[in-house]
């Protein structure tokens, strides 16, 4: 019989797949699609409204924003959300709050000892001069030597080099090796937030749902060191009007920084501050790793979004 009922088609749909394929593939790919075909029945969603549906996500995955969109709708987020939950359940939620990595992380930033500088050395004055220093931790208060720290944020117009063609590469993109003592420090400016490209697809799904595609000002870190479970985060830079309301839902009460205004230029010579400047002192605090793929930086694609 080839007449088929919603229920009898979507049987015939999850059926047609062969012993051959991945179980796991095959559960996943069987249950999205019958919740797809139920919200068309129950949403009523006419044929017009699918096929624009799918130009929508064809034009999603040419520009390369599925990272974008899934921080926007709280995919990111909800997997954190899952991430402690695991943790608590195994009694090892402590340290520094994770944070998502977001669509934007390039691996292989130029590697420093102890401090670099994360602007340019020749740069004109692009926001408040900061420095931000402290220690990678264990979670006895031990400090690590030799943790890797990667740093990355937006330009001074809440943009990210790599996808932002009128940057160099690696441009405000920095990795630092922590000294014998488990320091890192690191002079750049307060960036500015991010808002999502217009006239993209995300920004189209963002427009008929009545959102903003605004990020608060935040700093992307990935710290790593043998033994340890890597560590993805951000902190906030406080006072942004966006701070509890981020397109991503990525603000975390233990990450918003604590800014020391009017700091002393003594002592920082070597990253060729000279007047009063803000200090940004952190601290990351890390777990054990539980397993070896947990300090292993996870394998990661170069995602372009633009
Ligand atoms: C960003 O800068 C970002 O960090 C995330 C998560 C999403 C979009 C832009
Ligand atoms: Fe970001």
């Not at 179980?23 to 996943?28: D, F, G, N, S």
């Not at 017009?48 to 921080?71: C, K, P, Y």
């Not at 695991?86 to 590697?111: F, K, N, S, V």
């Not at 808002?195 to 870190?221: D, L, Q, Y």
């Amino acid at each position: 019989m080839n007449e088929f009922t919603q229920s009898q088609l979507l049987t015939r749909v999850t059926e047609s797949n062969r012993p051959n394929g991945s179980p796991r593939a095959q559960k996943i790919v069987a249950r999205i699609v019958g919740d797809l075909f139920r919200a068309i029945d129950d949403l009523d969603i006419t044929p017009d409204e699918f096929w624009v549906g799918v130009d929508w996500l064809s034009r999603l995955g040419a520009s390369g924003q599925g990272g974008l969109i899934t921080a926007g709708l709280g995919f990111d987020r909800l997997l954190d959300i899952r991430s402690d939950e695991a943790d608590e359940r195994a009694g090892r939620l402590a340290g520094t709050p994770r944070a998502i990595e977001g669509p934007l992380y390039i691996a292989g930033a130029p590697l420093s000892k102890y401090e670099t500088r994360v602007d340019e050395a020749g740069d004109a004055k692009r926001g408040e001069t900061m420095v931000m220093e402290g220690r990678v931790l264990d979670l006895n208060g031990k400090p690590v030597a030799g943790a890797i720290v990667d740093v990355w944020h937006a330009n001074e117009l809440g943009r990210y080099s790599h996808f932002d063609p009128d940057q160099a590469e690696y441009a405000l993109r920095r990795r630092i090796e922590t000294d014998a003592q488990g320091r890192y420090r690191f002079r750049s400016f307060l960036p500015p937030g991010y808002a999502i490209p217009p006239n993209s697809p995300t920004a189209e799904i963002f427009t008929a749902i009545g959102r903003h595609g605004n990020r608060p000002a935040h700093i992307h870190f990935l710290v790593a060191a043998p033994g340890l479970r890597t560590l993805t985060t951000q902190v906030n830079v406080p006072g942004d009007s966006f701070i509890d309301d981020d397109f991503a839902f990525a603000t975390r009460d233990g990450l918003i920084l604590k800014l020391e205004p009017n700091t002393s230029p003594k002592g920082y010579e070597s990253l060729g501050v000279n007047e009063p400047f803000t200090r940004v002192p952190f601290d990351f605090v890390m777990q054990p790793a539980a397993s070896e793929d947990e300090s292993a930086p996870e394998a990661r694609l170069a995602r372009a979004v633009g």
